[in-house]
Each structure stands twice: as C-alpha cells, then as structure tokens.
C-alpha cells in the first residue's frame, strides 16, 4: 500500500541526546514537511523540502535539523539545543503539482526521560 | 506572517444536527483551501480540498468559499458521534516564499452527543 510511514511511533530523549525520526513515502511525492504539535495546540512548520537535496527553515527550526538525500525519504534531527522537544511529531508529504494537499503519517510522539 | 483563524469552540452539538465550522484566512491571493479531520491522538485526515468560490459537497461534507470575504467553512450534515474531533482549517501560501507550505488554524473541537 502506498503511504507515509513514520518511526518509531513513541520515542524517549535523555538530556544532551539527539534523536532522530524516520520519514519514508512511497508516494513518489515531490515536496516532504515536518511539523509539530503541542497539547491544544495547531500544527507548527519546522521544515520542509519541495525537491531533493534541497529544504527550507519553517518557523520553529531552531534546534531541529533535517536532510533530503533522497525523494522517499525526510529524516528530522531533534538535537540537545531544542530545550523542550516533547511534542507530537508529523510528517507529511505532497505531490509536486500545485494546489495538491499534503497528505499525513501517524506521527512520532517524542518525551523527554 | 499568513494568518489562519477558526471559530474557537469547543462546539458541541446534538446527533442528527448541523455542525458548522468557519475559518478566515489574511493572504488575499490564497487558491487553495483544506479541511483536516484530526481525531484525539492521531494525524490529521484530509476531509475536503475547494478551490474555486461557491458550494463543494461530498457526502455529508459541504466547504463553502467566499475568496472577496476571505471566508471558507465546513458545515457537518446529519452529525454523527464518530465525527466529533478537531477540525483543521489549511490554506496553501500563493507568493514567493510562502510557495508549497499550508498555514494552518488552531483547530475546532467538534462533540456530538448522542
């Protein structure tokens, strides 16, 4: 079946850790975004990535980092300067021709230990 | 700074009842419009994509744009308890930096009683 799969599904930080959450699309789709979300709260932009080996910053990048070395895959780096990363994290992808929704994995929710 | 405003709720209605939720949007040149279904714990759904202004129904879904107002909605005919969740209003950014990302508004908590 073709879709979004995000892992792990719960993931625990120590402090000083990074961690890293997997995206992977068999989509073929062109652009992949990382948001999170808080308790209440919409989805916030943290990066994304319209084509391979290119990203932009969102509004929350600070303390994240991502790579787009290939199209099915959008990794995202929760390193030790993002000071208060427990949130549910989102993936999503979209197809590269305009006005296409982004479509959703089942996220990652992250804690801190 | 895109701006995506919803009705705050929470919105509790009857089974059986119309549920409407409004959404208002800053970007004049906005094209694009989504509705995301997000049930509690879960990933938002797509619901609904409209486009053009006027009425878009599928199934007990109706979106309703007016671009001049800068207004969509979604109204929930026939409400059933499984549709209580939180409604996501997105729209899609049309100018230059904006190009490809969706803004999003808080989100609507929907409850349907029986």
């Known amino acids: 079946d073709g879709g979004i799969t995000q892992s792990p599904k719960y993931l625990f930080r120590k402090e000083g850790q990074n961690v890293t959450l997997s995206c992977e699309q068999n989509l073929n789709h062109d652009a992949m975004y990382w948001y999170r979300q808080d308790p209440g709260q919409g989805l916030r932009l943290i990066y994304y990535s319209q084509i391979v080996n290119d990203f932009q910053k969102g509004d929350i990048a600070e303390g994240y980092s991502v790579s787009r070395e290939k199209k099915e895959s959008f990794p995202l780096t929760v390193t030790s300067a993002q000071k208060n990363p427990t949130a549910f994290y989102l993936c999503?992808?979209?197809?590269?021709?305009?006005?296409?929704?982004?479509?959703f994995g089942d996220g990652t929710r992250l804690s801190i230990l | 700074q895109k701006e995506v405003e919803q009705n705050s709720g929470p919105l509790s209605v009857p089974e059986g009842a119309i549920a409407s939720l409004n959404c208002t949007y800053s970007?004049?040149?906005?094209?694009?419009f989504f509705w995301y279904r997000q049930y509690s714990g879960k990933s938002p759904e797509l619901i609904m994509s409209i486009y053009s202004n006027g009425d878009k129904e599928d199934g007990r879904f109706t979106a309703q744009l007016n671009k001049a107002s800068q207004y969509v909605s979604l109204l929930i005919r026939d409400s059933q308890p499984s549709d209580s969740a939180t409604y996501l209003c997105?729209?899609?950014?049309?100018?230059?930096?904006?190009?490809?990302?969706?803004?999003f508004g808080r989100g609507t908590q929907l409850t349907v009683w029986p």
């Open positions: 970007d004049r040149v906005s094209q694009s």
């Open positions: 997105a729209v899609k950014g049309d100018r230059g930096s904006t190009l490809g990302r969706l803004y």
């Open positions: 999503a992808s979209r197809q590269g021709k305009e006005g296409q929704p982004q479509h």
